[in-house]
């Protein structure tokens, strides 16, 4: 086995880090092709890296960053995100709505609302626009 690292703001540029959903999205996408053992990420932060560990017998080293490149492009184009700094919630009760309210919607895949005024909410781009995302926070 060998592996090949490439730096996750190369693959997924709009990805604030490692723990972004889209960031699993292009790992499961990965393994399932032939020759490729493990991928994971290596680091975190600004210098996260995604690492493919890969049987060179099978697939080559080109062929895992074509491939690779090719997925990052694929799921931006397919899901968004949004992270928000709003004010924070009085009560968690009012936290909790917010993120449910946003989970009933047709389009968000992830929610996450903290009561200190973080929201972040992955979304399926062919399903709801961020435009609509941010109506729906408003209200």
């Not at 961020?130 to 926070?137: P, Y």
Request: glycine share 8%; net charge negative; proline share 3%.
């Amino acid at each position: 086995m060998q592996q090949r690292k490439i730096k996750l703001s190369i693959l997924l540029p709009e990805v604030p880090d490692e723990r972004d959903e889209r960031v699993h999205r292009i790992i499961e996408v990965m393994q399932q092709h032939k020759g490729m053992d493990e991928a994971h990420v290596a680091g975190d932060g600004k210098e996260a890296q995604l690492c493919f560990h890969y049987n060179p017998d099978i697939i080559c080293i080109d062929q895992i960053q074509e491939r690779a490149t090719m997925a990052g492009a694929v799921i931006t184009q397919h899901f968004g995100h949004l992270l928000l700094d709003v004010d924070a919630f009085r009560e968690l009760d009012d936290a909790a709505g917010i993120g449910r309210g946003l989970r009933d919607r047709n389009g968000p895949i992830s929610v996450s609302v903290s009561a200190a005024g973080a929201i972040g909410i992955g979304y399926d781009q062919q399903k709801v626009a961020k435009d609509r995302i941010l109506e729906v926070l408003t209200k």
